[in-house]
Each structure stands twice: as C-alpha cells, then as structure tokens.
C-alpha cells in the first residue's frame, strides 16, 4: 500500500480548545456578514506539484526559498488565480540582490527562465488502480508540458494559471542568496508579486552524472510531425538530441553512425552516459572495438541493446547465443536487455542465473524488485530476492538498471501524466535504495498514434485506452515556434531526480556511510510500493542533503 502521511494527532488541552473555537466563531461571523479573507492571488508550490485549473491555496506562500548548487537547474511553481480575465498577462523575475547588496544587471553566471504550463487530457485515476464504478470514465485537464513565455498569456476568471520557473546556477555561481521578485503584469502594470530567493550551495555538481539514464529518441517521429526531412532534420533531430542532453538523459542513438568521425563529439560529450551500437557484422563489431577501445571512456559508455524483453526459453537462448558471439569478438562489450520474466531453463537454472557471464548490465523492470511480479511459487521458495541477487552483481564490477514503461501501474511508481510528480522523481531515490545506476526508458517521444501530443497523450492505444504519457516525456516544439523539443514536467522531474541521485553519491564520496543515507531515503521510500506523496517531505530531505554536501565539502577544503 501507499503510505498515508498522516499527522499524529495529539490530545489538545483546554486552553487551546478555547482558543480554536473562538476562532472558529469569528470565521463563521466573517462568513456570514458576507466578509471572506482576503486570498493570495498569487503563490508559489513545488515543482513536483501538478497544478490542477480549479487549485486554490489561499494560504500559499508568496516567498519561497529555492536550493541548487552551482552546475545545475531547479524550479519551482508561480500560481496565479486572479478577479478578472486577462488577455495580455507576463510573468517577469527581476533580480534585487545578490548576497544582501542591491544590484542590476549584474552577471552571476545564474539565470531564470519562466515556461507556460500546457494541459492534456487524462483519466482521472491512475491506471491498473482499482476504480469505483461511479469514477469509471472520468477525466481532468493535468498540466505537463511546457513552452517558453515569451509573449503574453491569456487568463481566465478565478482560474488557477500555473507558470515553471527554473534557475541555472553556471560554474561560477557565487555561493550565497539571491533574491528576486517575480511580476504578474498586464495593461503596461503590476497586478501581483511575489519574492523568490535563491540559495545557492558551496559545491558544484559533476558535467557528467553519476546515473546512467538512457532513452531512445527517434527522427522518424520527429519528421512524421513536422513534415521536414534531409538536412534539416538532421539538424533538428541533433537539437532533440542536445535538448535530452541537458536534461541529463541520453537518447539511445547518435546523430551518426558510431565509425563516423561526426560522431566523435557526442561520445566524447561529458553529459552523455551512455549510447547504443548497432549489432552489425563481425568486422563492423570489430571495427567498433578497435575505434572505442583507443578511448577508453568512449567504452565505458558504448553499450549493445539487441533484443528486449525476452519472456521464453526460446528468447534467452537467442540473448546468450547472440551475446556469446558477440563477446568472443568484442570481450569488453556491455550488453544490457530488459526483462520482467525470469522463466526455467532447461538445464535447472532460472534465466537470471542462466544469462550470468553474457548480459553485464542488469534491467529488470521497477516492480520485479516485488517478488510476486517475477518469480513462480516454486522459484520464491528457492530463490534469494532479486535485489540481493542483482546487487552482488553491482559488486562484481557489472551494472544494474531499472525501466518502467506503459506499465507498471499503482501501487508502483512510474511516469503517466496523471501521476502526482513526485512519484516521478521518487524512483530515482528508489533506484539509490536498490543500489541501481542506471534507468532505461523506452521512448520519449513516441508519437506513432498522435495526431497531436499537445492535445493528446493516450501514446499506447493499442496496449491501454488509460495510459497517458508513456514513451513521451518531450513535444514537438514547432508547435509553439521553437526549432527543438519542449518539455514536460515529468523530464524535468526525472533531471531533479537524477540530481537527488547525485548528492546521494557526493555524500558517499564524501564519507557519509550509506546506510546513514539510506535511513534519508527511507523517510521517502521504504520498499517499491511504500512512498511518500508529500511534496515539503521531499523537498526537505533534499535541502538536508544539499547542506549537509555543503558542510563537508567546506571542512575538507578548509573552506
């Protein structure tokens, strides 16, 4: 089950009883007389949190603080919910101060971006999550993806508008707190503000992150959308492919064939973590070796993906046919193949067992870590858990991913547009936990049965009517005039989590034993199906994180 993040409620003694209902009365006085406290017309939430049009908070914060090292983005949410319609409404951030001085202009290698938040339609439970009969066919608006603001935006009547504000700290960030003031203005005025302070830490995060994440971006996709070909859509697909990049995941391909010295700079691209090379003859594979092996870093990227989701006997005698052959000419290839069923093979062995020696990059789908999601009655009996299992192998010196894709669904966390965001950001925290470092995703911008992702997100028809959101985490920018992909906010929690994941490995390198770690994580997380949904419950954990990163990076610097 869920864990529900119930306060423990305490017995209140008659002083406050007193108090709390003499309030109670002067609320119901206000009421009556027709005298409604005044609302925040404007305030900011988590960047996890998904802002649904009929949001109101009237107690939201119009100050928030938001944390980030130097090297990388965070965010936050600006709600706006105002007395009249606006057809010209711009959300500006100026910046007042810089570590308790004012200034203008100034460069300090931090910059702030605003997005508008765009909604799709979707069910509004989740998928495989047992539905009353009453709510079946039920749907709501959920905001995901994001275009840049640029020109000023329509607003509607007491209709919640949400806006994604991120903040880039550069290299050269100066440590220490920045404040701005982010404007809602229309008409040539300011109707509303509020104040954003930005802390940012004494330590710099790493070009090149410590988790693997790797999905598959595809031009033919990207030309059956915008309808251009040749040229220029090498052109936009490599803007795709420096778009995810930055967003600190590493689509599957590159915009050249691994032999072709056009490749060079995007294996050697330091945000890159990984890249898939084609199963070709054996004097290509040779040929491949030979060009990766004279970088070795270029290796330790270059993985071979040649055959997902074996399920039969039948297909794991393919893998570890193919990967046999494979090996002998290519010994230090990596080889990872996703699965979620583990047969008997003939010789006794499960097919985990069996694959040992060929397959070097373990990717068993997030909810086999569940028992009952993998192994047979007979095997449960037999076998030690596969997070015991896949971890010894973590320590052998191979690699272990995870994947998610149309399924799993609740009580198991995954991307679906209709999922709270911090469940997004929560498997990479789950990933620590089973001691992954790596996460696969299949696609992100599969749009074989859209007509229009801005409109529509139900991407596997074939597979569920109620999935919305798998294997497209990006849109087309053309769309809204951009020569590239736009984001979601699912790809921007999936980098926030790739970034928990980093501090999680600067406290390790830093000394912090991992256990003391995991007891952080498990405030979060507990088992794959025991989370946390409490957005300031993550966002605290992280900022312990930060400072604590902070502290012992100072002392052992002498700092």
Partial sequence: MVKNDNKIRRKRSSPVIIAFTFLSLIAV???????????????????????????????GKDRYTLYLARNEYESCQVAVNLSESFHDLRISAELKSRNGKNTGAENADLTVEIFNEHYVYAPKYTPFFQVPPEKEGAYEEYPDALSPHVAPVSVRFEETTPFYVTVHAGKNAEAGEYKFVINASAGGSVIDSCELTVRVWDFCLPDTPSMSAVSDVSAYQIAKLTGISGDELQSLFEKYYDFMA???????????????????????????????????????????????????????????????????????????????????????????????????????????????????????????????????????????????????????????????????????????????????????????????????????????MLKDPWTDMNTVKDLSPNVFGDGSLIYNGDKVGVFGAC?????????????????????????????????????????????????????????????????????????
Wanted: overall charge negative; glycine content about 4%; proline content about 6%.
């Fill in 29 to 59: 006085m206000m009421l009556l007389s027709g005298c409604n406290p005044e609302k925040n017309s404007m305030w900011f939430e988590h960047p996890t949190k998904k802002i649904l049009s009929d949001h109101v908070d009237p107690d």
């Fill in 246 to 448: 930055e967003h600190k995941v590493s689509p599957y391909s590159l915009p050249y064939d691994v032999l072709d010295e056009l490749a060079d700079k995007f294996m050697d691209d330091p945000r890159i973590t990984g890249f898939r090379v084609s199963y070709g003859n054996d004097d290509y594979i040779r040929a491949v070796r030979e060009k990766l092996m004279a970088k070795p870093e270029r290796l330790k990227k270059a993985y071979f993906y040649f055959l997902d989701e074996p399920s039969t006997v039948e297909s794991y005698f393919n893998l570890v046919s193919k990967s046999e052959h494979l090996l002998e000419i290519f010994p230090e290839a990596r080889i990872v193949s996703p699965f979620f069923v583990d047969p008997d093979m003939p010789d006794g062995r499960d097919a985990i067992e069996y694959t040992f020696g060929t397959v070097n990059i373990w990717c068993p789908k997030l909810h086999c870590f569940d028992p009952v999601n993998l192994y047979n009655d007979s095997q449960r009996a037999r076998l030690r858990p596969l997070r015991e299992r896949l971890y010894d192998r973590r320590l052998a010196g191979e690699d272990l991913w995870t994947y998610v894709c149309w399924e799993p669904g609740e009580p198991y966390l995954n991307l679906y547009v209709n999922m709270p965001g911090v469940r997004h950001r929560l498997i990479f925290w789950q990933n620590y936990m089973l001691g992954a470092n790596g996460f696969l995703y299949w696609s992100s911008n599969y749009w074989t």
């Fill in 487 to 559: 984001s979601s906010l699912r790809l921007e929690a999936v980098r926030d989590g790739i970034d928990d994941y980093e501090y999680m490995i600067m406290l390790e390198k830093l000394g912090v034993d991992r256990n003391e770690i995991l007891r952080l994580v498990n405030q979060l997380t507990q088992s794959i199906t025991e989370y946390t949904s409490d957005d300031d419950l993550l966002s605290r954990a992280r900022i312990q994180m930060g400072n604590l990163i902070e502290s012992r990076t100072r002392s052992s610097s002498g700092r």
